[in-house]
């Protein structure tokens, strides 16, 4: 036989093109305060502290970045866009202002099961104008509730840090636009 | 090879709609299931002989040019970009896929028109929804039981993500994304990724910025390690961040030494090696005594979808942006006649290996962007 056996397409129905339905899920636990994750008798104290710390260190290091408030806010809503920290370093040394969203969440390190595993912090995106689910500096939604809850395993990935800020964008694609490229 | 008339599925818009292909009748129709082209397996064979023998020709064009830079001149391959295509070939960086368009009639042996090596669309529909007509065409008796396709595309591009050499923890997809066909090539190839166990990240290519140290990131700032770029590697070199491809802190697929092959200068070059090879067509560098006897057909070095394209002493320019380059011409092969439709065999190779088959057709003897995709299935 000259053709494939089998096609299975995750974009069946162009719209749903990532298929979460059937994907086997991990168990954790999303909090939007420490005192949340206080309240929660079953975790001890010092963990909920020290992944929110851990989660705000990372946020630093991890949040979505945009050169513009206005950018910022367009995707995650007014007031809820804060300036990085001045004079981070970036990559070539040089420090530059840029902006991300507030910290609006954290994620568990420890309820993984997995001690190295890091504790991450979460960002709601707005859908249709109002904040949607929690999603991970990976952009993986977490789902909407806080408290236990499972997650995709790509969820639970170690935050990649930024590589340092975009000076410029835009600098390929001119000669595409529109027509596309393809042959 | 047969070009048979047959009823479209009454359903098969809403099939197209359910499968996500959404640019079937963007100008125009372009999925067109009023015909097929039926195939013996002994001309299926012969295909996929002569696009495995092209694909390893191609091989040894490339391993000549990368020492020769009088080749990669002629090929208008910037200077200063010389040594990266010799490095992502002396480094072995693998290629994903490619397209060899043919001309065939069933009967004489199949002549390269083109190698569309580094960007080739119309992959989507030969690889998927020419596959569920065949499925869908046998399960409704239209077509009989044991009818095959020229097609493991699908089970082809999966297996081959997983050894193209994707590094970093997520994989970059790039593409013009207004362009619907674009986009649509962009996110099946993402889906296959996901699919070989790649955590993918889709994105227009001017969305890609650049840090200061001059390393390619994402819209949030993410490092892009490797990218997949739906966007051609002559248009790069001669964009605004193409110093930054000299750091080659990102994986390119396809790798740079693409470049060699997907300019119509391949043509010439592969005649030069391999004179009279049954899979070649005469081709010569324009402005060279090539002593092609009228009608010939004259091409840009660089040029995409027949833009630009004459047959001299026989049919104008196509009109179109590209030939400050340079040109090739070839030695005129008409295209077989079915019904007062041509036919264009696109033959394709994932990881080195012949994989599948799309048929393009037009009214014109020069295949265009707005040519029509007719699927094919084997019988007998």
């Keep these: 036989m000259k053709r494939s056996r089998r096609i299975k397409l995750t974009m069946l129905g162009a719209s749903a093109i990532v298929l979460t339905a059937c994907e086997e899920r991990v168990e954790t636990q999303v909090y939007e305060t420490v005192e949340q994750c206080l309240a929660n008798v079953e975790e001890h104290p010092d963990d909920c502290r020290r992944d929110f710390e851990s989660a705000r260190a990372t946020h630093v290091e991890t949040a979505p970045r945009y050169t513009s408030q206005a950018d910022c806010e367009a995707e995650f809503g007014d007031g809820r866009c804060e300036a990085g920290p001045a004079g981070q370093q970036t990559e070539a040394g040089q420090g530059g202002s840029f902006f991300m969203p507030v910290m609006m969440g954290y994620m568990l390190g420890n309820a993984l099961g997995r001690t190295s595993m890091a504790a991450q912090p979460l960002y709601r995106p707005l859908v249709n104008g109002t904040p949607g689910s929690f999603r991970t500096p990976g952009n993986v939604d977490v789902g909407s509730s806080v408290g236990r809850t499972s997650v995709r395993p790509s969820a639970v990935n170690a935050p990649v840090a930024n590589a340092g800020q975009a000076i410029s964008r835009g600098g390929f694609g001119a000669r595409g636009a529109a027509t596309g490229t393809g042959g | ?380």
């Excluded at chain 2, 047969?2 to 125009?28: K, M, Q, V, Y």
Aim: glycine content about 8%; overall charge negative.
């Design chain 2, 1 to 380: 090879m047969e070009r048979i008339g047959l009823a479209a599925r009454p359903d098969w818009r809403d099939t197209a709609a359910e499968a996500g292909f959404t640019f079937h009748s963007e100008n125009g129709p372009y999925w067109d299931e009023t015909a097929a082209y039926r195939f013996t397996l002994a001309q299926v064979e012969e295909i996929e002989e002569a696009t495995e023998s092209l694909e390893s020709l191609c091989y040894q064009v490339v391993d000549r040019a990368v020492g020769d830079p009088a080749v990669l001149d002629r090929l208008a391959i910037p200077r200063g970009f010389h040594d990266l295509v010799r490095r992502s070939w002396t480094d072995r960086e693998r290629n994903l896929y490619g397209r060899f368009d043919f001309s065939y009639d069933g009967g004489t042996p199949p002549k390269l028109l083109e190698y569309n090596a580094d960007t080739p669309t119309s992959l989507y529909e030969a690889a998927v929804f020419q596959w569920v007509w065949l499925e869908q065409m046998i399960g409704r008796g239209a077509l009989p039981r044991g009818s095959d396709q020229f097609n493991s595309l699908h089970e082809r591009l999966v297996e081959s993500w997983k050894g193209v050499g994707v590094v970093g923890d997520r994989l970059h997809l790039a593409g013009v994304m207004d362009a619907e066909e674009d986009r649509v090539t962009v996110a099946y190839l993402a889906d296959c990724a996901r699919q070989a166990g790649f955590a993918t990240e889709e994105m227009d290519v001017a969305e890609i910025g650049v840090t200061a140290a001059g390393d390619f990131v994402d819209l949030r700032d993410r490092p892009i390690r490797t990218l997949f770029k739906l966007y051609p590697w002559e248009f790069m070199v001669r964009e605004q961040y193409a110093a930054s491809l000299l750091r080659r802190s990102t994986r390119f697929i396809e790798p740079a030494w693409k470049m060699i092959l997907s300019n119509k200068g391949l043509l010439a070059l592969l005649w030069e090696m391999f004179p009279g090879h049954p899979n070649l067509l005469p081709a010569f560098f324009d402005g060279s005594e090539h002593g092609l006897a009228q009608p010939f057909v004259r091409k840009p070095l660089l040029s995409r979808e027949g833009a630009n394209v004459e047959i001299v002493g026989l049919l104008d320019a196509e009109d179109g942006p590209y030939g400050a380059e340079g040109y090739v011409v070839q030695q005129y092969a008409p295209l077989p006649r079915f019904d007062g439709n041509y036919p264009v065999i696109g033959s394709w190779v994932v990881a080195g290996q012949p994989a599948g088959m799309g048929i393009r057709e037009d009214t014109s003897p020069v295949t265009r962007n707005t040519s029509r995709f007719i699927p094919h299935f084997i019988q007998g």
